[in-house]
């Protein structure tokens, strides 16, 4: 494959959001509250609840969506609009908008690729637990089982529980979970059985499509060549991206983490009959999210405990620390920038389980300005993403089974932490942290780029 062969005409180039992220209309149409909509709303940010109104804007986004020429938009479900209690009664207002959805998608030759699960687990049942009660599995069984029956008829991609590895290891803030390791890795078997049992309920209900896993991987490297650094690295991988993709693929955790855990004083609460229901439950492909590598030394014991953000400062006493990469350029929101470490984790990915991938997830971050004449100018992000696709072009040609290619995101959104002015999207939204703004929409310059990659099959990359 040269710098100027085109991907497959039958790929799928996409974008991305989540619910809680885009939707809006976080209290009408029957919809119950998810932990997103009870937390506290991050000092000088917008409230969130109402995202940008994607719920009311949904036509003319799909509209955009095709004149954007997306073959395939990945969305997720909120769970309390389909049931807003977490289980019980379903909520067909919300069925509705969903159904209305994915046939206006589909109207326009849109794929859609739906994540179940994406950081926003019914405020009810975190009441009761969350992750934590055992119980969970059965209401999340239930409620994908209720997405499979009302939606599977045409929807072709399932994907599990979006950044499983980044609730549990950054994340209580983003999904209502507290407590430290033994709590996070209860919840996180909790989250590995349930993923197993839906998989399992899928593939025996028969119904026409794949389903698979949605974690955020990303290749650690060792600071140096030193063996410390090199073991610190494999430990670093073992903990963040194998611990995740090894029950989904194999049906079994890996080795190298259970040890890990071992030493924290973390016990698995492992029942019988749970083994089993891991091997009974896998995937079909790979969905994951890449932002950034990592860059880890050894740190021994004496060190701090240290969980930055989901893309930097992570630390483990007695394991690793990840430092700053030297060789790697920063967005402004801080975050390292490595294209060619997309196509090491590719590689790395499929090496490993040689299952098909999709990107669900590939951007960059930025504060967007809305000009007097109406216009955005978002070089950086052109770069960005063109130096991206290139590299996966590359470990495409380097024999990774790549089907599909999502970057975040396809529309302006709320970010987790830090509101409206941290920007992705190829739509630029008129709205704003001090409330203001209409939600007018807005092409961004990447939105003629994208448009023009995808136009060409992916050859043309660096031409505005």
């Known amino acids: 494959m040269t710098e100027t062969t085109a991907f497959p005409q039958d790929f799928l180039w996409g974008a991305s959001t989540s619910a809680y992220q885009v939707e809006g209309a976080w209290n009408v149409d029957g919809k119950g509250p998810s932990v997103q909509d009870i937390r506290d709303v991050p000092a000088g940010t917008i409230d969130f609840r109402d995202a940008v109104d994607h719920y009311h804007h949904m036509k003319e986004d799909v509209q955009l969506f095709k004149e954007l020429g997306l073959k395939a938009y990945r969305l997720s479900i909120a769970w309390s609009r389909i049931l807003p209690e977490g289980t019980g009664e379903i ?5 509705k908008f969903y159904d209305d959805l994915i046939n206006e998608l589909l109207a326009n030759d849109i794929e859609p690729v739906i994540t179940v699960f994406h950081f926003d687990l019914p405020a009810a049942l975190n009441e009761k637990g969350g992750w934590q009660n055992r119980e969970t599995i059965t209401a999340f069984r239930e409620y994908c089982h209720i997405l499979f029956e009302r939606f599977g008829d045409r929807v072709k991609y399932w994907l599990t529980i979006n950044e499983q590895n980044m609730m549990v290891l950054f994340g209580s803030m983003i999904w209502g979970g507290e407590g430290g390791y033994q709590t996070a890795f209860t919840e996180n078997h909790h989250m590995l059985l349930a993923q197993a049992e839906v998989m399992r309920d899928y593939h025996e209900g028969h119904y026409p499509g794949k389903i698979g896993p949605a974690p955020n991987i990303a290749l650690m490297y060792p600071g140096s060549d030193k063996p410390e650094d090199v073991l610190a690295a494999q430990q670093a991988n073992a903990l963040r991206n194998w611990a995740f993709l090894d029950p989904a693929v194999y049906g079994r955790y890996n080795a190298q983490f259970l ?3 071992k030493q924290l004083g973390v016990e698995i609460p492992f029942e019988d009959g749970d083994g089993e229901i891991l091997r009974n439950g896998t995937a079909d492909f790979i969905a994951f999210n890449y932002y950034n ?3 880890v030394v050894a740190m021994d014991s004496q060190g701090e405990l240290a969980s930055g953000d989901q893309q930097t400062g992570i630390g483990f006493p007695g ?7 030297a060789n790697l350029d920063h967005t402004k929101f801080g975050w390292e920038i490595d294209p060619i470490g997309f196509r090491t984790t590719i590689n790395e990915i499929y090496s490993r389980y040689g299952l098909p991938l999709i990107i669900t997830e590939n951007g960059m971050a930025d504060y967007d300005e809305l000009t007097a004449d109406g216009k955005i100018h978002d070089q950086p992000r052109i ?3 063109g130096d991206h ?3 996966m072009r590359l470990a495409m040609a380097d024999g990774a089974e790549v089907f599909g290619y999502n970057p975040w995101s396809a529309i302006d959104l709320i970010s987790t932490h830090e509101g409206l002015k941290k920007r992705y999207g190829f739509i630029y939204v008129n709205r704003h942290d001090d409330g203001s703004g209409n939600y007018e929409r807005y092409k961004k310059d990447s939105f003629a780029w994208y448009r023009g990659v995808i136009d060409s099959d992916g050859v043309q990359l660096h031409d505005n």
């Not at 909520?91 to 069925?95: K, L």
């Not at 394991?319 to 990469?325: E, G, L, P, R, V």
């Open 389 to 391: 696709i290139e590299q």
């Open 383 to 385: 770069k960005y993403l």
């Open 319 to 325: 394991f690793f620390k990840q430092i700053d990469n």
């Open 293 to 295: 590598s990592g860059t």
């Open 91 to 95: 909520n067909e207002a919300g069925i």
């Open 259 to 261: 040890a890990i855990i």
